[in-house]
T-cell receptor, first 114, second 112 residues
Framework: AQSVTQLDSQVPVFEEAPVELRCNYS??????LFWYVQYPNQGLQLLLK??????LVKGINGFEAEFNKSQTSFHLRKPSVHISDTAEYFC????????????FGKGTKLTVNP | NAGVTQTPKFQVLKTGQSMTLQCAQD?????MSWYRQDPGMGLRLIHY???????DQGEVPNGYNVSRSTTEDFPLRLLSAAPSQTSVYFC???????????FGEGSRLTVL
């Protein structure tokens, strides 16, 4: 069965600083990878996804992530964050050719301070 | 375009009571699922369905029941509520295996 580890539960940064949110996964088969964002008191929305092809994936709001198969990682990055990026971010994995079940990490709370 | 609609948004129950969380989607998605979100635990899959008439258990199914009589609706039933079921519940749907999950806005349940 697949699993997802988000290495940091909380990440505080200052506005306009770069940020990286780390995600590692475990699976014996090929996977699809996703990052979701949850703003306070809201549901989750998709930031970006990796299905195949280029390992660098660009998403909404200036975020990007890089799939590294050898390190089984899918870290999320943004070169300059805004106050409005304060939210909880979830990494998720689904196996290729398997069921549609999506397995989530425990989340990383990003707090952007002025 | 409503997407995924959950009702109610808030509910308070007493231990032992039963209730149903409703979920409806208007995107003709085959796959629907229920997750619960607890602080520090991320989202955990309760039950899912790959189409009308087909359901299966996720990671934390105990105490919950589901059915899928139509493509649109996927209700989650709490048979005898317990304080451990206090949580925020999210319904989600997706079309196909590579599509994104579309989430409802969540239902916050408190069991006293």
């Amino acid at each position: 069965a697949q699993s997802v580890t988000q290495l940091d539960s909380q990440v505080p940064v200052f506005e306009e600083a770069p940020v990286e949110l780390r995600c590692n996964y475990s699976s014996s088969v090929s996977v699809y990878l996703f990052w979701y964002v949850q703003y306070p008191n809201q549901g989750l929305q998709l930031l970006l996804k990796y299905l195949s092809g280029s390992t660098l994936v660009k998403g909404i709001n200036g975020f990007e992530a890089e799939f590294n198969k050898s390190q089984t990682s899918f870290h999320l990055r943004k070169p300059s964050v805004h106050i409005s990026d304060t939210a909880e971010y979830f990494c998720a994995v689904r196996t290729q050719g398997g069921s549609e079940k999506l397995v989530f990490g425990k989340g990383t709370k990003l707090t952007v301070n002025p | 375009n409503a997407g995924v609609t959950q009702t109610p948004k808030f509910q308070v129950l007493k231990t032992g009571q039963s209730m149903t969380l409703q979920c409806a989607q208007d995107m003709n998605h085959e796959y629907m699922s229920w997750y619960r979100q607890d602080p520090g635990m991320g989202l955990r899959l309760i039950h899912y369905s790959v189409g009308a008439g087909i359901t299966d258990q996720g990671e934390v199914p105990n105490g919950y029941n589901v059915s899928r009589s139509t493509t649109e609706d996927f209700p989650l039933r709490l048979l005898s509520a317990a304080p451990s079921q206090t949580s925020v519940y999210f319904c989600a749907s997706v079309k196909g295996r590579t599509g994104e999950l579309f989430f409802g806005e969540g239902s916050r349940l408190t069991v006293l």
